[in-house]
């Protein structure tokens, strides 16, 4: 590996350092979960109540709050009910009191609980993530699962590709609640 050769001290250096783990091939996977998450930690950060809580204009949209509990549900779903094919132990159920849906079918709205309490919950499920994923070996990453009851089979190394995915599409969609709740805030008299 080469250093860039700039003389800027103030220069950026973007590179991709893989998380240790038992099979190389993991590694590079596992580092996209923590520049997701740290990329999603660095745009909350600081958030107050009314701004985790807020729903849009309209009242019905998903809160930031909501899919702070929602990212850390489907990053544990994905491991217990999709990889390890296993019941979560009751540490990692008491993370999650609220179910995933709402009566209406879309998720869950997550209110009144503080960044404390989502940062917390996310700290804990990645820890217990990376607990599982970091001893797996190159074989069982590309073993297929196939969880009770549903159509699909998966391998930890598309489900782990799929966590990348889906927590940064609701980064994205933090930041956009972000940048409307800061304009409403702006206009209000």
Do not use: C
């Not at 820890?127 to 797996?136: E, G, I, V």
């Amino acid at each position: 590996m080469t250093e860039p050769t700039s003389a800027n001290a103030d220069r950026e250096v973007l590179q991709m350092i893989p998380k240790p783990a038992t099979a190389p091939e993991i590694g590079p996977w596992l580092w996209a979960m923590e520049e997701t998450r740290r990329g999603l930690l660095r745009t909350v950060r600081g958030l107050e109540q009314d701004a985790l809580d807020w729903r849009g204009a309209s009242g019905e949209d998903n809160s930031i709050g909501s899919l702070l509990y929602h990212i850390a549900l489907v990053e544990l779903s994905w491991l217990y009910e999709d990889m390890l094919l296993v019941e979560p132990p009751a540490d990692i159920v008491a993370l999650l009191p609220h179910p995933s849906r709402a009566p209406q079918g879309g998720l869950q709205h997550v209110e009144s609980e503080t960044l404390a309490q989502h940062l917390e919950r996310l700290e804990k499920a990645r820890a217990d993530f990376m607990r599982h994923l970091t001893p797996m070996t190159e074989a069982d990453w590309h073993t297929f699962r196939e969880p009770p009851d549903t159509d699909y089979a998966v391998t930890p190394a598309w489900a782990v590709f799929h966590l990348v995915e889906h927590e940064a599409g609701h980064l994205f969609q933090i930041r956009e609640i972000l940048r409307r709740w800061r304009a409403q805030e702006r206009a209000a008299p």
